[in-house]
């Protein structure tokens, strides 16, 4: 099973542009890597997924170089209500999905 | 669609009870994955279920089983409570198809505050 590693936690100001990285050396052929998003008492929340290149949504970009040995969760102008913890997790549902620790975003004004 | 629900939302059990927590999963999707989440971490992966059947399970000791159901739905159920099961657990759906998890995403509910005293 592939193990990510991530920044414990992030601190940013309203506008910026955000960006957590990721490292999963171990990433095999056929996993994808996820990304979520999750509030306090409540569940995590798709954010984006990707195999490789560049992944882009109507939230968030998503940067995976050609070894696919880490990737890059962008947030454009965040704004206060993305303070949250990101996980980014490597393989597929169930079994595979394994969740780390995650990066705590704190998002200030 | 529908997505997600979880029942209930908060419980309190002693020490020793049995307790019982459901979910029903998004429309569409044939695959149930449990997780236990104490405060402050990750989500843990209990087991997962697929059309029925346990098709991969965590480091969670035997009191903690489950079940899905022919509508997809699942329960979850935990023996002996122990004050270490307080926790949010989380039940997430996904479509599966059999013999490939490279790119499941998960809908996850809002989940089930269990304390334990």
């Known amino acids: 099973l592939a193990k990510t590693t991530q920044p414990i936690s992030m601190d940013s100001y309203e506008g910026q542009e955000v960006n957590i990285t990721c490292s999963h050396n171990n990433i095999a052929t056929n996993d994808y890597i996820t990304w979520y998003q999750q509030f306090p008492s409540q569940g995590p929340r798709f954010i984006i997924q990707g195999y490789k290149t560049k992944v882009t949504n109507e939230v968030a970009s998503l940067f995976i170089p050609a070894d696919r040995k880490s990737s890059t969760l962008s947030l454009p102008r965040v704004s206060l209500s993305d303070t949250a913890v990101y996980y980014c997790?490597?393989?597929?549902?169930?079994?595979?999905?394994?969740f780390g620790a995650g990066t705590r975003l704190f998002v200030k004004a | 669609e529908t997505g997600v629900t979880q029942s209930p939302t908060h419980l309190i059990k002693t020490r020793g009870q049995q307790v019982t927590l459901r979910c029903s999963s998004q429309s569409g999707h044939n695959t149930v994955s449990w997780y236990q989440q104490a405060l402050g971490q990750g989500p843990q992966f209990i087991f997962q279920y697929y059309r029925e059947e346990e098709n991969g399970r965590g480091n969670f000791p035997p009191r903690f089983s489950g079940l899905q159901f022919p509508n997809y739905s699942s329960e979850l159920n935990v023996n002996a409570l122990e004050l270490d099961d307080s926790a949010l657990y989380l039940c997430a759906s996904s479509r599966g198809i059999e013999g490939w998890s490279g790119a499941n995403v998960l809908t996850f509910g809002a989940g089930s505050r269990l304390t334990v005293l």
């Open positions: 997790l490597v393989g597929g549902g169930g079994f595979k999905t394994i």
